[in-house]
C-alpha cells in the first residue's frame, strides 16, 4: 500500500506508543479509583481517565491516519477531531465547576460535547464505499437502513421516548441537550451501522468493531447519565463511570490500529438461502414483533386491529417476496448465460460452415477454373468480414450498446445483397423466391443488411412453413425489404416482445425449437442505425409472418452492377 509519508517518522511512532500506554495506564488507574472511591473523588477521577484517553485517541487518530489514503484519512481524522472536540468539553466543566459553582447534568455546557459528537458522525458517514457500481451500493445501503431505522425506532420506544417525557417541566437547555444527546448517539449507530454493512469486502475489519464497541459504550453511558436526572449534578446523577472509561479506552484502541487496513478478503460464491436473506431485516422483525407487543392489550376498533394484522401481514409477505425474487433474478441471469453461448453458437456456425464448405472445395476439387476459385475465395473473405462483425455486434449485444453501431454505406445493388444472404443463411434456396424491382439500388451497408436478411430467413426457415417470399421495392425514395413465410406467424401477444434481447416468444421455454432469441434485436438495432424501423405484420401473400424492413430515403442512383449470381456460388 501506498505510505502517504516518505521520511523516516519511526521516533514519532515510539512516542505515539507511548502516550497510548501512558493514557491506557491512567484509564486503569481511573477506574480503579472509580470502584474504590465515591461522590466528588469518584466524578474526578472518572473524568479525568475520560479527558486523557478521548484526548489522547484524537490525537492518535490525526497521526495515525497520515499514512492512509486520502478518503481514510479525512474520515479518520474527523473522527479524531471530534474526540478532542468532546474531550475539551471536560475542561470546559471543570472550569465551569471553578467559577460557578457545581454544573448541572445538562446545560450550556454541552453545546462542546454535542459538537464533538457530531463531527465524529460526520467522520464515520465519510468513510468510502466498498467497490461496485451504484446500484450494488444503493441495494446495499436499503438493506442496511432498514436495519438501521429499526434499531432507531427501537431505541426511541425503549430508551430516548421515556427521556424526553421525564424531560418535561425541565429548564429549556435541558430539554434541548437532554433530547440532543440520545438522539446524536442513535444517529451514530445508524450510521456506523450502515458504514459496515456497505463495506462487505471488509466484512471484518477489526478498526469497524472496535469503533461499534466504543459507540455502544459511550450511548449507554450517555443513557445513564440521562436517566440519573436532568436536575440533579454529575455527581448526583451517579452515571456509568466505568463504561464511560470503557468506551475512551475503545476509542483509543481504535485510534492504535486505524492505519492497519484489512486485507480485502475474496470469498466463495453461494447460493443465497431463504434464511440468509432475511438476516438483514432481522432488527425490522424485531420492531414489528414489538409493535404487536405493545398493541396486544390495546383498546384498538375493529376497523383499527385489522389495518394493524393487515400491515404485518403485507410487511412479512413483502420480505419474502424480497427473498424470492433474488432468487428468481439469480436463475433469470444463469438462463441468460446459457442463452447468450447458445446463442453464440448458433450466429457463428453459418459464416463457418459456408468458409469450411467453400475451402474444402478449394482444396478437394482439383477441377476447378480459375474463375470459380476465385468466385469461391471472395466468398470466403466475405464471410470472414461478416464474421468479424457479427463478433463485434455480439460484444455490443452483450454490453447493449449496439445502437452506436458504425455503417460503411455505399451503392449497393439490392438483388445482389439478397442472392448473398440466401447463399449465406443455412436454408434451401429452392423453397425461396425473390421480387426485387428492376436495376434497384440503393445505399447501404450491405453486409449490414445482409445480416438482417440473414437472420429473417434462418428464422422463416426454423417457425415458417415451407414457402419463404422475399420483396424489394422503392416507396417514395425508402427501400422497404419484407420477408415473408407461410407459417403459423407470431401469436399476438408476442408481436412487441420478439425484439427484446432472448426473448423467443411462445417458443421461450422449448428447448426443442432452435434459436436463441437475439436474431431480431439484432434486425431491430441494424435497421435502425441506418435510420430506419424493423416491423411485423400478418403476410398478405403467403398467410404467415412478415417482417418489414423500412429504410426512408436509402434508394440511391440507379447504375449497372455485376451481379454474381447465387447459384454459381452454392455449395451444392
Known amino acids: 500500500m501506498r505510505q502517504w509519508g516518505t521520511r523516516d517518522n519511526s521516533h514519532v511512532i515510539k ?16 477506574a480503579i479509583g472509580v470502584v474504590l472511591s465515591e461522590g466528588d473523588t469518584r466524578a474526578a477521577m472518572a473524568s479525568v481517565g475520560v479527558l486523557v484517553g478521548n484526548m489522547t485517541a484524537g490525537m492518535v487518530f490525526i497521526h495515525k491516519s497520515r499514512s492512509l489514503p486520502l478518503r481514510e484519512r479525512r474520515a479518520w481524522s474527523l473522527v479524531g477531531r471530534g474526540l478532542m472536540i468532546a474531550a475539551s468539553g471536560i475542561v470546559v466543566v471543570a472550569l465551569w465547576g471553578v467559577f460557578a459553582g457545581e454544573p448541572p447534568a445538562f446545560g450550556i ?3 462542546v460535547f454535542v459538537a464533538g459528537y457530531i463531527v465524529i458522525l460526520i467522520g464515520i458517514a465519510a468513510l468510502p464505499h466498498t467497490d461496485g457500481d451504484n446500484w450494488q451500493r444503493s441495494r446495499t445501503a436499503l438493506d442496511a437502513a432498514i436495519g438501521a431505522v429499526s434499531i432507531g425506532a427501537l431505541a ?3 430508551l430516548i421516548n421515556p427521556i424526553v417525557t421525564g424531560l418535561e417541566g425541565a429548564p429549556l437547555s435541558a430539554q434541548v441537550f437532554g433530547t440532543a444527546y440520545p438522539l446524536v448517539d442513535v444517529g451514530i449507530v445508524i450510521v456506523v451501522v450502515l458504514v459496515t454493512t456497505r463495506r462487505t469486502t471488509r466484512r471484518f475489519d477489526v478498526r469497524m468493531l472496535a469503533l461499534a464497541a466504543a459507540v455502544i459504550l459511550q450511548g449507554i453511558g450517555d443513557l445513564s447519565l440521562l436517566i440519573g436526572g436532568y436536575d440533579a449534578s454529575l455527581v448526583d446523577a451517579e452515571p456509568l463511570f466505568l463504561v464511560y472509561l470503557g468506551a475512551a479506552a475503545m476509542f483509543l484502541t481504535t485510534a492504535l490500529i486505524v492505519d492497519q487496513l484489512p486485507v480485502e478478503r475474496e470469498y466463495a460464491d453461494r447460493r443465497a438461502s431463504l434464511w440468509s436473506m432475511f438476516v438483514p431485516y432481522a432488527a425490522a422483525v424485531v420492531m414489528v414483533a414489538t409493535l404487536l407487543h405493545l398493541l396486544w392489550d390495546t383498546e384498538l376498533a375493529p376497523g383499527d386491529r385489522v389495518l394493524v394484522a393487515a400491515s404485518v401481514i403485507v410487511a412479512v409477505l413483502v420480505v419474502v417476496r424480497q427473498a424470492i425474487a433474488i432468487r428468481e433474478n439469480q436463475i433469470v441471469v444463469e438462463g441468460q448465460r446459457s442463452e447468450l453461448v447458445s446463442s453464440i453458437s448458433h450466429e457463428l456456425r453459418t459464416p463457418l460452415t459456408a468458409m469450411v464448405g467453400f475451402m474444402a472445395l478449394l482444396q478437394d476439387d482439383k477441377s476447378l477454373s480459375t474463375t470459380e476459385r476465385q468466385e469461391m475465395m471472395a466468398v470466403v473473405v466475405e ?9 463485434e455486434d455480439l460484444l455490443g449485444l452483450s454490453r447493449g450498446d449496439l445502437k452506436r453501431m458504425e455503417l460503411t454505406v455505399s451503392e449497393h445493388d439490392v438483388k445482389t445483397v439478397i442472392d448473398r444472404a440466401i447463399t449465406s443463411a443455412p436454408i434451401n434456396p429452392a423453397h425461396v423466391s425473390v421480387e426485387v424491382a428492376p436495376n434497384l439500388v440503393a445505399v447501404i451497408d450491405g453486409g449490414r443488411i445482409q445480416q438482417i436478411l440473414v437472420n429473417l430467413l434462418t428464422n422463416a426457415s426454423w417457425y415458417g412453413g415451407a414457402d419463404t417470399l422475399v420483396c424489394a421495392f422503392d416507396r417514395a425514395g425508402g427501400l422497404v425489404i419484407e ?4 407459417g403459423a406467424g ?7 416482445t420478439i425484439w427484446e434481447r432472448f426473448e423467443r416468444g411462445e417458443n421461450r421455454y422449448n428447448a426443442n425449437v432452435p434459436g436463441s432469441g437475439i436474431g431480431l434485436a439484432m434486425v431491430r438495432n441494424i435497421a435502425e442505425s ?7 405484420q400478418r403476410s398478405k401473400r403467403l398467410g404467415g409472418a412478415c ?3 423500412d429504410l426512408p430515403g436509402r434508394v440511391g442512383k440507379q447504375r449497372p452492377i455485376a451481379i454474381v449470381s447465387s447459384s454459381t456460388m452454392a455449395i451444392g
Open 109 to 111: 455546557t454541552d453545546v
Open 530 to 536: 441506418h435510420g430506419g424501423t424493423a416491423s411485423y
Open 547 to 549: 417482417f418489414v424492413i
Open 15 to 30: 512516542h505515539v506508543r507511548r502516550y497510548a500506554i501512558a493514557a491506557f495506564a491512567i484509564l486503569t488507574m481511573s
Open 156 to 158: 426511541w420506544v425503549f
Open 490 to 496: 407470431v401469436p399476438k401477444k408476442h408481436e412487441l
Open 383 to 391: 464471410q470472414t468480414n461478416y464474421l468479424e462483425r457479427l463478433v
Open 483 to 486: 420477408v415473408h413465410d407461410s
